[in-house]
């Protein structure tokens, strides 16, 4: 591992690559790029990998959810809480107990902790409490909810059997929806008592860490996890569904982790490492008004809140909130 002073110095690259949707001349290979393989590969294909094996191995059947009862909704709800201390509980221990890698790639040199703005004086504690009462709940009833439906015949299904191309294309429908649907709610998020009431949960983490990705109030959780419910309605695969939840759930957990990068062991034996954080979304919860979508959605370039982290990009975020343009 390098010295703390050089990891301290540590900067993402910059510019942050936009989408190259909004360039002239138009780069027509770039739009299918982007929109085919770049929001399949490796983020999607991943989840795709944990909700196919979810609801293979670790889902009631079909049939023993056609009427909602305790005993099967309790089971997805363990499997969820499980699913999430997994991962968020993993990488907090890791990086911020163990600090197994210091603050190499980390985007605050600051370790998040106490502070009366969060609930219990703690960030951790907070960010469980949300994370557990509500986020965890909230998923596992909009999962209840789409296998009930399934189970009675009131979302059509359709397997891989005969229907595959159809499927592959709508795998790729529900990736760039599930990301759409992200930006456009947070964006609504953002709007007057909103944030006030709801979205402010999420923002006491100006300094995020893993179990701050679904540290929200239930309003938020209730509109930010509603994305499967669009697949209620157009003939799907319940593979497609939990992808779609789990990408709510899960992959919040790495986005928010505030390591850029995830050793698997010590830094300087070269063991094998991951990208987590998101840098993106780190000046979001740095900032509030810039980076509402991700980069794999391109609505801050259309808003004119798209900040790739150089200092001209600052300038122009100062200059718009000093004018009151949002
Ligand atoms: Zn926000
Ligand atoms: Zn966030």
Redesign the pocket.
């Known amino acids: 591992m390098g010295s703390t002073e050089q990891a301290e110095q540590w900067q993402p690259v910059v510019p942050i690559p936009a989408a190259p949707i909004f360039v002239w001349p138009p780069k027509p290979l770039g739009v299918l790029w982007f929109f085919g393989w770049k929001q399949f590969w490796p983020g999607g294909a991943m989840w795709l990998a944990a909700a196919w094996l979810c609801w293979r191995y670790a889902t009631p059947d079909l049939a023993s959810m056609e009427r909602f009862e305790p005993g099967w909704i309790a089971t997805i709800w363990l499997r969820n809480a499980g699913l999430i201390t997994l991962l968020a509980g993993g990488l907090h221990w890791w990086l911020y107990r163990r600090r197994g890698q210091g603050t190499v790639t980390k985007f605050n040199e600051r370790w998040p902790g106490e502070s009366t703005r969060f609930m219990f004086g703690h960030q951790l504690w907070d960010n469980l409490f949300w994370t557990f009462v509500s986020g965890v709940t909230v998923s596992t009833g909009f999962e209840a909810v789409s296998w009930w439906m399934f189970a009675n015949g009131h979302a059509p299904f359709r397997d891989f059997a005969g229907n595959w191309l159809y499927l592959i294309v709508l795998t790729v429908f529900a990736f760039v929806w599930g990301n759409l649907h992200f930006s456009l709610t947070?964006r609504l998020?953002?709007v007057g008592k909103l944030?006030d009431w709801a979205?402010a949960v999420?923002?006491r983490n100006s300094n995020p860490g893993p179990w701050s990705g679904i540290s929200m109030h239930p309003i938020e959780h209730e509109v930010y996890m509603s994305s499967p419910v669009l697949l209620w309605f157009i003939p799907s695969h319940p593979v497609l569904v939990l992808t779609l939840l789990f990408l709510n759930l899960l992959s919040p957990a790495l986005t928010h982790a505030g390591f850029e990068r995830v050793w698997l062991g010590h830094v300087e034996r070269g063991r094998p490492s991951f990208l987590s954080g998101d840098y993106f979304h780190q000046l979001?919860?740095r900032y509030?008004d810039c980076n509402?979508g991700n980069t794999l959605t391109p609505i801050d370039q259309l808003l004119g809140t798209y900040h790739d982290g150089t200092p001209e990009a600052h300038a122009v975020m100062r200059e718009r909130q000093r004018t009151g343009r949002t």
Do not use: E, S, V, W
Request: zero cysteines; glycine letters at 0%.
């Open positions: 947070h998020l953002h944030y979205h999420h923002h979001h919860h509030f509402y």
